[in-house]
């Protein structure tokens, strides 16, 4: 029973990865070779034996995604930890390149790396570390996760090693958070490359999978709108760090002129990131202010009993709270657009 459980979720999972892999490739010119065949099927064969049939199918649908780097160290996650994590399709993709570091790094290589050494990973540059190490008997653990399968894989530019587990914890929260001793710029180690931190507004990668995201997840006019204002905010505010969006599933005025289009956009983007919990704790009538200069948003009604999780901006509903979450700005879908007069009456 268990195992037909798994192979259900399993390929809900896939089908729902593989949509966003496909969509993505359809819309990104590619920069860099394709992984060699037979070294995608050795790893592949060598997964399935070692019984990470989700990793190894993954990997078989899209070796970029794992083998996007001259060089690359897998992390696999087993089934069983696949098979009771409750996260969308999106954010799978996301823990799945928390696990990949591009660099090769044998156990060796790692056991000789100084207690909580940092080492990049291919998500948004966010690191895990090496958190305990028992040279003698070869254990090792990273963000307090054992390498069960140390070395399972060690071929040309490529290092496998399987794990106990996930990386990343998502009990309290859907976003994924690098360990607090790595934003405390110890040793890191990748390349030789200390990652500097770096404002939302340079963070193209980040923009695009969120427009991706929205564009293939029922916010496609939402989603254009955002894509053709993008360089107005980034030149309008190069500093910003965090944001707010509430993305309508329709734009009734999609073909509306350039300059109301920026001010309808930017009046759903909030400068500061609020998670729903957050604006649930805020009383009513409370404001916000958006992007659009002059122009606020009102909570109009607070949620009652938090299971509802019922909460309205501008008279309109919060539909899809939490939607995308990232380190730096979180999504709500929201039933409808906000009305357009409260917008286009804005002076700039």
Known sequence: MGKVLFFIFATMLLAGITAIIIHSQHHHVRHHKDPPRDLVSNVTQLLRSNG???????????????????????FAIPDSAMSNLSIPPFMTIQLITYHISPSKLTIKDLLDKPLNTCITTTFQQQKISITKKDEKNRVLEINNVLITHPDMFLQGPVAIHGVSGPFASFKFHQQITQLPICNANQSDFSHGIVAAKVNLTKNKVEWGILVKFLNSSGFAPFAIGLHTVLDGVFKEHPNLK????????IIEAIDMPEPLLQKFVKSHIVPKKHSFKHLAS??????????CPGTEIQITETVKNPSEELLSINRVE????DLFSSKSFVVHGIARAFPMYEVSTVSQ
């Open 282 to 291: 805020m009383r009513q009538g409370a404001s916000l202010k958006t992007l």
């Open 52 to 74: 990470f049939n989700f990793i190894s199918t993954l990997l078989h649908i899209s070796p970029d995604l794992f083998l996007s780097s001259r060089e690359s160290t897998i």
């Open 242 to 249: 965090s944001l707010t969006i509430f993305a309508p599933p």
């Open 318 to 321: 919060i539909t899809s709270p």
